[in-house]
């Protein structure tokens, strides 16, 4: 079982396979990260000021990468908030069950890689913030 907590969402550095041309890193499932990826998404075009996220999930973990320029996410496990900030592709931010997360400070032209544990299920979402709270109790 998986502790809900902002002390289990570690930063993992990913491998860089360095190329003559540039780099390379690849994530493997359940070897580079504690998951099967099931689903993949990016944003990006975010206008200045804006924030995403702002919700949790129930089940799901996530790995978050800036693929491209920087942004921090803000997680909150119901008593402890935590801040990190991503600004390189070969660092991920894994996010377990449980986590309430905003993304925000998204510098120009950046990209946020999501890689995610499950396919999207709309019950497993809690967009509400005073419903997390509850929920969490």
């Not at 902002?6 to 890193?25: D, F, Q, S």
Request: charged share 25%; aromatic share 12%; glycine share 8%.
């Amino acid at each position: 079982m998986i502790i809900s907590s902002v002390y289990n969402c570690p930063v993992i550095e990913l491998p860089i396979n360095h190329r003559e041309k540039g780099n390379l890193t690849v994530v493997s499932n359940g070897k580079t990260i504690p998951f099967d990826i099931r689903r993949i998404y990016y944003l990006y075009d975010i206008p200045a000021g804006e924030s995403r996220g702002g919700h949790a999930h129930k089940e799901l973990m996530q790995l978050i990468v800036a693929a491209s320029g920087s942004f921090s996410v803000v997680l909150f496990d119901g008593r402890v908030r935590r801040t990190i900030t991503l600004n390189r592709p070969f660092y991920g931010l894994l996010v377990v069950p449980g986590i309430w997360r905003e993304l925000d400070d998204f510098s120009s032209g950046s990209i946020c890689l999501v890689l995610a544990s499950h396919k999207y299920d709309e019950k497993d979402y809690i967009r509400d913030y005073q419903e997390y709270l509850t929920w969490k109790k």
